[in-house]
Each structure stands twice: as structure tokens, then as C-alpha cells.
């Protein structure tokens, strides 16, 4: 896939077969629309063009910018973008400026006059533009002007509900990663490198790789411990993953008491402090306690260890 940050530097294609949009989570709402651009564009022997922003409109449209969160940073979205199967992937620097414009002069001057489509695939509840104004009633008139067809691809549903990021969001901030891979098509997951801890898991008989996420939009499921597995250095572990603020474990006076990530990677040795890892969330086994001593704590840690064999 050709990955290109400037819509001026596209080169280009035989009949694009173009989407826009922002594609959080890239789920299985926005993979239906990537397999209808591959289709298309195999029928018209042209190439898939996908366009999204840099970065997310709501982080430069929002009012409070702490409470916006994302299913994906945008390196792995790109990641999942590629995994579909798409030719190229055009991302716009959203700015407050490029905001104001009106969907006929996005359309005009960005995917007309730069990629010449044959053919646009939009979501069954997308808008773009100004005030949302580029409907696909308004799209389709445009393409008559242009010269390029516009096709809608119907809402997804799972057990009859509605596939869209809001609702993944919703789950996983709730916890049911579980109801949220099924949406996905994949499963959720937190990349971060590992940072030394205060060595205590290990003390316990549980030693965790305690994660630090650098991109600050990231959304981060709800606290709990969780079944999961966990990929290090090109290779996949069972584990379990505590997100929380580990209320049995006393802080030192300059320890931060902010939330922690950590993992306990079952059948595992070695050191990795300073390696990227990243942990895929299975399922969700219970709320974080407080225990009454590190030995009560150890012992529900043996008890989850089991649990999530079981689950994994």
C-alpha cells in the first residue's frame, strides 16, 4: 500500500475506486466498504484509493480534548487499512481551516482535481464537508457534474446491532471487549513499551510487563483484569492484563497513583524492558479489588491464571 501524507504527491492510478473517512477502530462497518472498493475496482481494473485525516477531526473540533479517545492510533490504523487490502492511502492534515470548506470544494478540489475518480464508495450514514453537508444525495450530483458514479454500502449489523466506532467505544469502555472484537472483526488491543515497575508481581509469583502508551487519545478499556494475549518480539503469549490503579500494592510518596497497564505473560522469562509489546483483550474476568494482604491478592491471581486458560 502507497501511504501518501500530501494529496498533492498522489500519483495517479486507472480508475479509482475512492472512500473517505475516518475509519476509528477500522471495523467491520468500514471493511465492508473495503471489500466493495476491491471488487469494484478489480471489475474496473483500477486501484483502491482510501482518504482519511490527520489527525481526527474531533480532536481539532472538540471542546474538551480529554475526553476524546480512539480505538486505534492512527499508525495502526494505517496497519489495518494495508491488512484490507487496500492500493492507497491518502491522509488530509485536518485544521480548523480545511474544516470550513464546503463539501462541493473538497470534493472539487481535492479528490476531483488530484485523483479524477471513476468511482466514489461511501458508508450508508457518511457526511462530510461544512456543517455535514456533503450528503450521498448531494455526492451523486456532484458525480453527474464529474463525471464519477457514487455507491452506497449498506449499514452493518451484528445480532442486530448497529456496527459503527461510537458503539465500540461504548464497550470497551464498559469493559465487554468480548461484544466489541465481535463489531471490530478483530480484537482490541493496547501497543506500548515496557517501563520497570516496583518488581512486586514478580515478588508475588506473577511477574507483569507494565506498558506506558505514548499517544494520549488512546482509548483505553474500562479497569478490570483481563484474559488476553500478548505479542513479544514476533511472538504470541497467553496472559492476563490488569488495567487499574492497583489499589492492594501501598505507592511510595513520588510514585504517580495514575492508571497502570501491566500484564502477567504466562510461560515467559525474559527480560524486555524498552521493547514494544502489544496486548490483544479477550475477555474481561472481573473487577479490580482491593485485597486485604499480598498473599489474599496472590492468591486471586493464582485463581485468574486458571480462569484465563479457560478463556484463552
Known amino acids: 500500500m502507497k501511504v501518501y501524507k500530501c494529496i498533492k504527491d498522489f500519483n495517479p492510478v486507472n480508475n479509482p475506486v475512492v472512500t473517505i473517512g475516518s475509519f476509528d477502530g477500522v471495523h467491520l462497518g468500514h471493511q465492508a466498504v473495503f471489500a466493495k472498493m476491491r471488487n469494484e475496482a478489480k471489475k474496473l481494473n483500477g486501484e ?5 485525516f490527520s489527525p481526527h477531526p474531533r480532536i481539532i473540533l472538540g471542546n474538551d480534548n480529554s475526553n476524546i479517545k480512539f480505538v486505534k492510533t492512527e499508525r495502526k490504523k494505517i496497519e489495518h487499512i494495508k491488512k484490507a487490502g487496500i492500493d492507497n492511502l491518502i491522509l488530509i492534515e485536518f485544521t480548523k ?10 470534493v472539487k478540489e481535492l479528490i476531483v482535481d488530484y485523483i479524477h475518480p ?11 464537508g461544512n456543517n455535514r453537508e456533503g450528503s450521498i444525495e448531494n455526492l451523486k450530483i456532484l458525480g453527474m457534474e464529474y463525471g464519477f458514479e457514487v455507491q452506497k454500502v449498506k449499514e452493518q449489523e451484528h445480532e442486530n446491532i448497529t456496527i459503527s466506532s461510537s458503539k465500540i467505544r461504548e ?8 461484544n466489541a472484537n ?22 508475588l509469583g506473577f511477574p507483569t510487563a507494565n506498558i506506558e502508551v505514548a499517544d494520549e487519545y ?5 479497569i478490570g483484569v483481563y484474559a488476553c494475549r500478548v505479542l513479544v518480539n514476533g511472538k504470541i503469549y497467553k496472559g492476563m492484563s490488569n488495567i487499574g490503579y492497583r489499589p492492594t500494592i501501598e505507592k511510595a510518596n513520588n510514585e504517580e497513583s495514575g492508571i497502570t497497564i501491566e500484564v502477567n505473560i504466562f510461560d515467559f522469562n525474559e527480560t524486555i524492558y524498552g521493547e514494544e509489546i502489544t496486548i490483544f483483550f479477550v475477555n474481561w474476568m472481573r473487577d ?25
Not at 483502491?48 to 482519511?52: H, M, S, Y
Not at 481551516?97 to 470544494?105: H, P
Not at 471513476?118 to 462530510?128: A, N, S, T
Not at 488512546?218 to 474500562?222: D, E, S, V, Y
Open 118 to 128: 471513476k468511482l466514489l464508495v461511501i458508508g450508508y450514514d457518511h457526511h462530510f
Open 288 to 312: 479490580e479489588h482491593k485485597f486485604p494482604s499480598k498473599q489474599a491478592l496472590a492468591h486471586q491471581l493464582s485463581k485468574d491464571k486458571i480462569h484465563a486458560l479457560e478463556l484463552l
Open 48 to 52: 483502491t484509493v482510501v482518504i482519511t
Open 182 to 203: 465481535k463489531l471490530l472483526g478483530h480484537e482490541y488491543s493496547i501497543t506500548g513499551i515496557v517501563v520497570k515497575g516496583n518488581s512486586i508481581g514478580r515478588n
Open 171 to 178: 464497550l470497551l469502555n464498559n469493559g465487554d471487549v468480548v
Open 218 to 222: 488512546k482509548l483505553i478499556a474500562a
Open 97 to 106: 481551516e480545511f474544516s470550513q470548506q464546503t463539501y462541493k470544494q473538497f
